[in-house]
């Protein structure tokens, strides 16, 4: 809610000073802005308003998908929970996907809903959704080589066999159909 506002803030900000002549020189031009100049004022406020309405509402919708994500993305909440998963992947040669996000990511928010469809698409790969952000994962996030998000690593029976790094959706279902689709 609050990234909300400052970014309506900014975006009225931005139009005002794009509309806006500044008083810079107070002697030489009229105080008062001129009543083409004052309608132009208006026409910037009312699109600023608009536009950071438009993307008050675009936050609000995709806000939760980094958050919480579909029930058949399993949300891994410490870095022991984390090792403990990696570990039982790795043992049984198990499919899954480890998928590093953060809330305040928009490439994550966008790619989020596909990630959830796919788990549903794959129901025998078990997706894991890692929130980067958490204390407690750092020291993971630092061996992992985990440096931007989204980062998805693809585990086929047990063993790394991809990596994507941003939000590539044509690549992310590429690697998905390659790795782990049943014939």
């Given at each position: ?34 009543p083409q100049s004052h309608s132009s004022?208006?026409a910037s406020l009312a699109a600023a ?5 438009q993307l008050s509402l675009f936050h ?124």
């Amino acid at each position: 809610m609050a990234r909300s506002s400052i970014l309506r803030s900014l975006v009225l900000s931005r139009a005002m000073l794009s509309r806006v002549r500044p008083f810079s020189n107070h002697l030489t031009s009229h105080p008062f802005p001129s009543p083409q100049s004052h309608s132009s004022v208006f026409a910037s406020l009312a699109a600023a308003t608009i536009a950071s309405s438009q993307l008050s509402l675009f936050h609000h919708s995709h806000s939760l998908s980094s958050a919480s994500g579909p029930s058949d993305v399993v949300l891994v909440n410490s870095e022991k929970e984390f090792n403990d998963i990696l570990t039982k992947v790795q043992d049984n040669s198990l499919h899954a996907i480890f998928y590093f996000t953060a809330v305040w990511c928009g490439p994550c928010r966008f790619i989020s809903p596909v990630v959830g469809e796919l788990s549903k698409k794959y129901p025998h790969v078990t997706t894991y959704k890692i929130d980067i952000d958490q204390e407690e994962m750092q020291g993971t996030l630092g061996k992992l080589q985990i440096t931007s998000v989204p980062t998805l690593h693809f585990f086929q029976n047990g063993k790394k066999a991809d990596e994507l790094i941003g939000a590539d959706v044509a690549q992310l279902n590429h690697i998905t159909e390659k790795l782990f689709k049943k014939d």
